[in-house]
Nanobody
Framework: QVQLVESGGGLVQAGGSLRLSCAASGTIFRINDMAWYRQAPGKQRELVATITTGIMTNYADSVKGRFIISRDNAKKMGYLQMNSLKPEDTGVYYC???????????????WGQGTQVTVSS
């Protein structure tokens, strides 16, 4: 079984910064792509950023230049550095990862439980 656990959320003033972490544990052979999503109250979950095993990154236009996604494969960790936060960044942030549990297994998608980020104006 694979588990993803997010941490690092909280309450911050506009213009501030937070660093979210995503810790993967369990039976893991390899973690492929990782991503961060967020869901604001009353809105659909949206993609924030992605990172491949080759460390290629992509960002939603709304966070480009402010957020940085990264990973530490040895530690099985993913990160989202969020700078210049705005009230519209408020929401529950989720990480997901495509994980192979064995050499010959297909990669399956796993989600964390989410961490709340609240940005006050």
């Amino acid at each position: 079984q694979v588990q993803l656990v997010e941490s690092g959320g909280g309450l911050v003033q506009a213009g501030g910064s937070l660093r979210l972490s995503c810790a993967a544990s369990g039976t893991i052979f390899r973690i492929n792509d990782m991503a961060w999503y967020r869901q604001a109250p009353g809105k659909q979950r949206e993609l924030v950023a992605t990172i491949t095993t080759g460390i290629m990154t992509n960002y939603a236009d709304s966070v480009k230049g402010r957020f940085i996604i990264s990973r530490d494969n040895a530690k099985k960790m993913g990160y989202l550095q969020m700078n210049s936060l705005k009230p519209e960044d408020t929401g529950v942030y989720y990480c997901n990862a495509k994980v192979k549990v064995g050499l010959y297994s297909e990669a399956a998608l796993y989600w964390g439980q989410g961490t709340q980020v609240t940005v006050s104006s």
